[in-house]
């Protein structure tokens, strides 16, 4: 799950003033049938899931567009993990990613039928119109709980801070050549304990979409890495 989310909040980004006419214009998120595929690798170098991504619809609100997002994951040898759609919302030229809408759906039940309940909370992931090389960013929040009936049997809070532009960067994947942004944060979560992550990722701006993401443990060991591998 935690990987899940890492990727999760890693594939949006914004640059530059637009107004709403100009979402659909500038952000490839907001062009219907398009088309993208997200390789996440572990630590090795050895691919964990494939996530294929695609535009169903546009829908335009006053000052708001949304697109509504179907993405598919498949595991390491290629079977399903889970399917869903999630929506991804530009008003003003700023982009607002709910946390949430990554979770994969609930499925089956706990011991002797009885329903095991998600309540999730969170904070919309932020990318400010304005976003430049030095400015920090606004963190982020979510927080999961699963019970079953009166028993809680997880709780676990996800915490994105220190979210920085650090500087431009030219990268390279399967899916071509990019012109990048830079952007990094600290990612904090419970797993047997509190644990950080430092995650840097590479926006490209011609094109509104995130390239490249690694994410390293406290010691600077790389721990897994995404990139976009077909365009």
């Not at 219907?32 to 964990?48: F, H």
């Not at 028993?151 to 030219?170: Q, S």
């Not at 979560?189 to 509190?194: D, E, P, S, V």
Request: some cysteine; hydrophobic content about 35%.
């Amino acid at each position: 799950m935690k990987n899940m989310m890492t990727a999760a909040v890693l594939l949006l980004a914004a640059n530059g003033i637009w107004a709403q006419t100009n979402c659909s214009e500038l952000y490839d998120y907001f062009k219907k049938g398009l088309k993208l595929e997200y390789t996440s690798y572990d630590a090795k170098g050895k691919v964990e899931s494939v996530n294929a991504q695609e535009v169903l619809d546009v829908t335009t609100n006053a000052d708001t567009v949304i697109a509504l997002i179907q993405s598919n994951v498949t595991d390491k040898k290629g079977e399903p993990a889970f399917s869903g759609t999630f929506p991804i919302k530009c008003h003003e030229g700023v982009l607002y990613f709910d946390m949430q809408s990554m979770i994969p759906p609930q499925q089956g039940s706990g011991a002797e039928g009885s329903e095991i309940a998600l309540e999730v909370t969170s904070t919309d992931m932020v990318f400010p119109s304005d976003m430049q090389v030095g400015m920090t960013l606004p963190d982020c929040d979510m927080e999961m709980k699963m019970s079953m009936g009166s028993m809680v049997i997880m709780n676990t809070k996800y915490h994105i801070k220190n979210r920085k532009v650090e500087g431009r960067e030219t990268v390279t994947t399967t899916a071509g050549v990019f012109d990048c942004l830079k952007i990094s944060y600290d990612f904090e979560y419970n797993l047997l304990g509190k644990r950080t992550d430092h995650v840097e990722y590479w926006y490209a701006k011609s094109k509104g979409l995130m390239i490249k993401t690694v994410s390293t443990d406290s010691k600077g060991k790389e721990r897994s890495r995404m990139e976009l591998t077909k365009l």
